[in-house]
């Protein structure tokens, strides 16, 4: 694993991501939606609806919502969406991955395209970017509070079946194989509090974002999270830490 903080990514954007509470909500939706039209509606024999119904309760979902959406998921005449992704650069030469759930592949690409265009990137063909990710369980433990030094959690980690424990002063962050993510995060979260804990694109190397960058492909990065049809966005983005 690389130096990559992804805790220092994740604070930094946490007050614009709770001001979209209800674009969460959306997102969470279509992603419960797909899960369940995959793997069927009962999460106990679809690790990844479980997965994504979890995420939901995490970000204090409403049950009415979560219900709304596995009954689409399981009734007639709903919306067929489709996962499609997209690959581009953005400033500075950060590399950028767009996951996103569509019932208008035409829409989704336009819109997309433009968020890229208007705000120092582009989009890459196909293959060109998803290769310097990993995909990886991702599970954050806040040390505020925590009684816990650096050997303690490593051997909490370990035996858990984790694959890597990077630490600073603020946080623990232990990374899974996607395999065992389900088994690690439960380990753990008997015998801690988790902050967060997910699937997710953990990017091989990272890119220094020079100063003069950062409010670009800030804009970048916000324009394509606001958009209806994107449910995740990674980068390889490494930020200044703020003065």
Excluded: C
Aim: charged residues 30%; glycine residues 6%.
């Amino acid at each position: 694993m690389s130096g990559h903080s992804k805790w220092h990514n994740i604070q930094g954007r946490k007050n614009a991501q709770d001001a979209k509470r209800g674009k969460i909500f959306q997102k969470l939706s279509r992603d419960i939606y797909m899960a369940a039209k995959s793997g069927g509606p009962d999460p106990d024999s679809n690790p990844q609806l479980r997965l994504m119904m979890d995420k939901a309760r995490a970000a204090n979902m409403p049950k009415d919502n979560i219900k709304r959406a596995l009954d689409k998921a399981t009734g007639a005449g709903g919306a067929n969406y489709e996962e499609i992704t997209y690959e581009g650069y953005g400033p500075a030469g950060v590399a950028i991955l767009v996951h996103t759930l569509t019932d208008n592949r035409n829409r989704t690409v336009s819109s997309v395209k433009a968020a890229f265009s208007r705000n120092g990137g582009n989009l890459a063909e196909s293959g060109s970017v998803s290769f310097m990710f990993d995909r990886r369980g991702y599970i954050a433990i806040a040390r505020e509070d925590l009684d816990v030094d650096e050997d303690q959690m490593l051997d909490d980690v370990l035996e858990a079946g984790a694959e890597d424990l990077q630490t600073s002063d603020e946080v623990f962050e232990i990374y899974t194989e996607v395999a065992d993510f389900e088994a690690v995060r439960d380990a753990l979260q008997a015998k801690y509090d988790l902050d967060n804990a997910e699937i997710t694109m953990v990017p091989q190397n990272t890119v220094p974002v020079p100063a003069d960058k950062v409010e670009q492909l800030q804009r970048l990065i916000d324009r394509l999270e606001e958009d209806d049809d994107v449910s995740e966005v990674f980068t390889s983005a490494d930020f200044p830490d703020e003065d």
